[in-house]
């Protein structure tokens, strides 16, 4: 493993002991070792020494792992935790000492169902750094939190990935436990909920599970796009969101897009999501960044970065409040390990592979964004079935521009371009490259549009 990982882990471990207490840090995840990491998936391999120390875990403390991962590393998207090779599976587990289960209450934050996953303690309104890309939906965050009478019944919000979807749900649960403490507060990865339900149906308790949804005040699901394609998850998860709804509990949704993008999930229940209140969250334009380092450095004292620093990590890494918020951590704790002032030489040479990466990441939704202003048509047409020349070509232009400027695969794109076929996307870029040598205006609004898109 290299130097940042290692890193990393000692860090997280830290956090963790220190969240946890040293009584269950010690008993359940002292043990655990780093093992490696799958890059292509982003995936970190953790290993414990027992098959019941990794299922329990596993069952645990997953979610709080892959956050601590997310927030740390930006280049983990999943954690894998397994038990060591040779570890045996004993038939029968007997538990001797009442304190080698860790106590769950202990968590900071925990909401009051056991089905749940923690709050995390520092994603709270006060720690969410507001700006044009993404004030509509915190303003909506608030008032879904605010436990008056509602205006809306469910919120979904969607955005790319480490836009601050997470930190917003996980804000909504915090402010509505703190005006209400004795409400029942649920949140859980839609992942959560098929493991949860999976698990409900082989002990035969899918009555139980469902009770605890539906007894949920307010039911945050994140990451709702991983229900796609899964059928009995699906159907329990319109059942419940439906009765969660009419009995005039809240639920807070998201999602990486809006939810008629959502492919594989069943139209109705895209279309009730559709009916609350939809909002998004944008890349936050460099004011915005600048902003958020400032507010995350105000939290680390130890950290001595100057202002140049700061202003190029802001400019470097845009794409993602994730991507910023691990550059910006990296560079404060190597500083400290090595004992070594900050200043860009430091910040280039610790970031070198990040910056290598971050130069070249250019989004979907950035494209089609500067697609629509480009020819002044509206963000929907993008996803629209509308076939009309004016938004049918700059449609083209855009799957053209997402071939060549992402490493998206023809698939992805076509899910993007609101679940169009893959063989739409490969027409789409041999027309435009056809049209480029044919057509010298259009040539020109792609050159613009790269010219643009690659500064
Ligand atoms: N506006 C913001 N102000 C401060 N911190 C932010 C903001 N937006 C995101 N972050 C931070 O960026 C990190 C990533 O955010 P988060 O995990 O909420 O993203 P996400 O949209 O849920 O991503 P994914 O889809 O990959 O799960 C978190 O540590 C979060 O606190």
Redesign the pocket.
Known sequence: MSGPFEAAWEAIRNGLRRDLGARTFDHWLKPMKLTGFEEEKGMVQLELPSHFMADWVREHYSDRLR?AW??TVPSV?EIDIAAAAGASRPALFIVGEEDVLPPTEQLTGTTSDSIGTPLEN??VFA?????TA?EVAFNAARMMADTGVPMFSSLYIH??????????LHAIGHEFLRQKPRSNVLYMSAEKFMYEFVSAMRERDTIGFKQKLRSADLLLV??VQFIAGKEATQEEFFHTINEIIAAGHRLVI?A?RPPHELGAVDKRIASRLAGGLVTD?RQ?DLDHRRR?VS??LAQMPQANMPQDVADFLAQRFSA???E??GALTRVVAYSLLSKRPIDIAFAQETLADLLRHSQRRITIDEIQRSVCEHYGIRHAEMTSARRAREVARPRQVAMYLAKRLTPRSLPEIGRRFGGRDHTTVIHAIKRIKELRVADSELDSDVRSLLRKLES
Do not use: C, M, P
């Open positions: 956050y997310r927030a998207r520092r994603y720690n969410f750094v507001t700006g993404n955005a790319g990935t480490g836009l601050g979807k997470t930190h917003l994140d990451d998201s990486d969250l936050a958020i507010h995350k993602s409040i994730r910023l918020e």
